[in-house]
């Protein structure tokens, strides 16, 4: 059973233009939560977080909006650009002592056009 | 200077063999992970060590054995090899809990043949 799903393979986007990549959770007791990037024949690096008491946290071109009701989550890039073409993947962590254990979407390729 | 580094990156090997894959982080983390990218690219853990202690040990096969000699090391030997075992292994390390992300090595693409 995945309890993080982002049900978007792939997106594909102009340059300058905004990508919206998804993530939905199924968990209610997910009270943090990461996107990270990954780009071929390299781990996944940390992007941007955030917690279940915010509904927003921006940094630079990258906003996550959170909609705890519709346990729903999603990433803006904006303006989005071709260094921008990466896999992107979402992830949740329980509470307490999880002792950082986070569960993982199977992400979203976003492929960004000059 | 790499902060989580895993060798090999490439490993293939014939079904019935042993290996393992070696994992070193230079970053002071007190928590280090194995994660298996399965064909289905999902990321599942599936150990955690925090100070050479096993904390995390989901459903995986006995084949599978974590080793932490000390905090900046977690090796994981892989005993009689098979073909599902094919996937990328991602080791990673985290401070206080991975509250703030994890770092992750670069990934070793391990091949049963």
């Known amino acids: 059973d995945q309890q993080v799903k982002q049900n978007s393979p792939s997106l594909s986007v102009q340059e300058g233009r905004i990508s919206i990549l998804n993530c939905d959770y199924t968990n209610s007791m997910f009270d943090y939560f990461l996107w990270y990037k990954k780009y071929p024949a390299e781990g996944p690096t940390f992007l941007i977080s955030i917690s279940s008491i915010k509904d927003k946290n921006e940094d630079g071109r990258f906003t996550v909006f959170l909609n705890k009701s519709a346990k729903h989550l999603s990433l803006h890039i904006v303006p989005s650009q071709p260094g921008d073409s990466a896999v992107y993947f979402c992830a949740a962590r329980v509470g307490g002592t999880s002792y950082g254990k986070l569960t993982f979407g199977q992400g979203t390729i976003l492929t960004v056009h000059p | 200077d790499t902060a989580v580094s895993q060798t090999p990156k490439y490993l293939v090997t014939q079904m019935g063999n042993d290996k393992s894959i070696k994992c070193e982080q230079n970053?002071?983390?007190?928590?280090m992970y194995w994660y298996k990218q399965d064909s289905k690219k999902f990321l599942k853990i599936m150990f955690s060590?925090?100070?050479?202690?096993?904390?995390i040990n989901e459903t995986v096969p006995n084949r599978f054995s974590p080793k932490s000699p000390d905090k900046a090391h977690l090796n994981l030997h892989i005993n009689s090899l098979e073909l599902g075992d094919s996937a990328v292994y991602f080791c990673?390390?985290?401070?206080?809990?991975?509250?703030?992300?994890?770092?992750f090595g670069s990934g070793t693409r391990l091949t049963v043949v």
């Open positions: 990673a390390s985290s401070s206080r809990g991975g509250r703030y992300g994890y770092t």
């Open positions: 060590y925090n100070n050479k202690e096993l904390i």
């Open positions: 970053l002071g983390h007190d928590t």
